[in-house]
């Protein structure tokens, strides 16, 4: 794998914190002016059908003064009963949800970690450009691990991914471009993680340690430190920090509640 620091993930997937709430704030915007547009053209077209019997004098006036009626007649009965958009927090609860749904599916289909990080990366940077009002975050939950899989050499087919988790895997499919499309990805397919950097701490303390005899032990200590990563990886730190800093972070704070403790 490239070295991080030339890497896109470095160049163009790093935000400030600043740049991340601008990006939720305009997806969100987007997604609203987009279903506001085809709610009230869909919903113009019911209300037309309906107004047929209720408005039926309007045939005889023009075309204009008749929409005119339509539109006063749709207006006055329906902005009340209009659904409310998602806020951005509601649609940070919605991703955080299925982030933790994608490390059980992960999980229990006992993929690598890589590959979790890889689907949870993907599925983070996806709704930097969608709303979860747009794609349902549990079809592009599924999607993004089925192609995590593929790049990260962890071959499963839709197939056997859709049944395991009782889901029609042709959703996953036809929801494949969509993530994949130039404008979302970038096609920058290749995700840094910081569970590399534990692997590689831990065998170094073990050498400096005289522990690397001791195999339950280091199991142990590798466990336990995945643990705090995957608690982590559902903030918006992966997406704020490169995941060395992500991994001394998790030391720094570990180190301090043990002080803290003793």
């Not at 207006?75 to 927090?89: G, Y």
């Not at 049944?163 to 990805?185: C, F, P, R, T």
């Not at 920090?241 to 030391?251: D, L, T, Y």
Request: negative net charge; glycine residues 4%; aromatic residues 12%.
């Amino acid at each position: 794998m490239a070295d991080f620091q030339t890497s896109t993930h470095q160049a163009k997937w790093i935000f400030k914190p600043e740049e991340l709430v601008g990006k939720y704030k305009a997806a969100n915007q987007r997604a609203i002016q987009t279903l506001e547009k085809v709610c009230t053209e869909s919903c113009f077209i019911s209300h037309c059908k309906l107004a047929d019997d209720v408005l039926i004098r309007a045939m005889s006036l023009t075309g204009y003064l008749r929409l005119t009626v339509y539109l006063f007649y749709y207006f006055l009965a329906d902005k009340h009963s209009r659904p409310k958009p998602i806020s951005i927090e509601e649609e940070q609860f919605m991703r955080v949800f299925y982030e933790n749904k994608l490390q059980e599916v992960c999980k229990n289909f006992h993929f690598p970690h890589k590959v979790q990080a890889t689907a949870l990366i993907y599925f983070k940077r996806f709704y930097l450009q969608w709303s979860v009002m747009q794609h349902h975050p549990k079809n592009i939950m599924l999607t993004c691990i089925y192609e995590a899989c593929k790049i990260e050499e962890n071959h499963v087919l839709a197939e056997e991914l859709g049944k395991g988790i009782s889901q029609d895997h042709q959703m996953i499919l036809n929801n494949e471009m969509i993530v994949y499309q130039a404008w979302i990805l970038e096609f920058d397919l290749i995700v840094y993680a910081p569970y590399r950097s534990i692997e590689g701490f831990i065998d170094d303390m073990g050498e400096f340690c005289g522990i690397n005899d001791d195999r339950l032990q280091i199991l142990q200590l590798l466990h336990a430190a995945k643990m705090e990563v995957d608690k982590i990886m559902l903030t918006d730190a992966p997406l704020l920090f490169p995941p060395g800093q992500v991994w001394f972070a998790i030391q720094a704070s570990s180190r301090s509640s043990s002080e803290f403790g003793h």
